[in-house]
């Protein structure tokens, strides 16, 4: 084989297949949207309003506007993002856990209009116009722990912690809904959170003392 058949063989580099066709002002837009992203982390630790700049929409990120906390959060994002991943990597919120990622083990549950839900298997864009709370928003207005966090570490329940905050918000949602009136309806309605650690007969007993002080509330 002669020296030009070989060098026909040898693959050449070439322009990469897959490229998007994005002009100028594009590409400062999505430099725009990453590094605001970025800035948001810091703002976000340090209980500063939540705050993105979302003036600038990239092709294919969408616009939403929401309440997380109580606070007023104008975002853009990737419509396939999850509410978990939003709340964890844009707003620095990391109170809700990854556990499985498919809404089996309640690591990641928070409360979306009032309810609870697995913030894993919620898309982000289903929060435009919706109030978010999460594990983050419950302590009172002066720092108090709230009724449940308190009883959660009067009865020692949690072990190694992971899961103890999607505990600690499908619990709160268990009272609200009217489940608490008994050891058997508690874990009955908190089946959907897992403890890996087994602290189960405490987070039993968290619940049902709470629930009285949340009733009297």
């Known amino acids: 084989m002669s020296a030009k058949d070989s060098e026909k063989r040898i693959p050449q580099q070439s322009e990469p297949v897959c490229a998007l066709p ?52 104008e975002l853009a994002i990737d419509p396939r993002a999850s509410l978990l991943d939003v709340l964890r990597e844009d707003l620095g919120l990391t109170g809700a ?59 020692d329940a949690l072990q190694c912690g992971y899961c103890t905050p999607g505990q600690i918000m499908a619990a709160i949602a268990c009272v609200n809904e009217g489940h608490a009136k008994s050891a058997e309806s508690i874990r009955e309605y908190m089946s959907g959170n897992i403890c890996r650690c087994g602290a189960y007969l405490g987070i039993v007993a968290a619940i049902q003392e709470a629930a009285r002080k949340m009733e009297r509330a």
């Open 22 to 73: 994005v002009n100028r002002r594009e590409a400062l837009a999505i430099g725009a949207l990453t590094a605001t992203a970025a800035m948001v982390r810091p703002m976000a630790a340090s209980g500063q309003p939540y705050a993105i700049d979302a003036q600038v929409v990239p092709p294919g990120f969408m616009r939403i506007a929401t309440r997380v906390n109580g606070q007023e959060v």
């Open 97 to 155: 856990k990854k556990g499985c990622d498919h809404g089996q083990c309640g690591a990641c549950t928070v409360h979306f209009d009032g309810r609870r839900i697995a913030s894993c298997l919620t898309l982000a864009a289903k929060a435009d116009g919706c109030d978010v709370l999460t594990i983050e928003g419950i302590v009172g207005p002066d720092g108090a722990l709230h009724p449940m966090q308190q009883a959660f570490i009067d009865h």
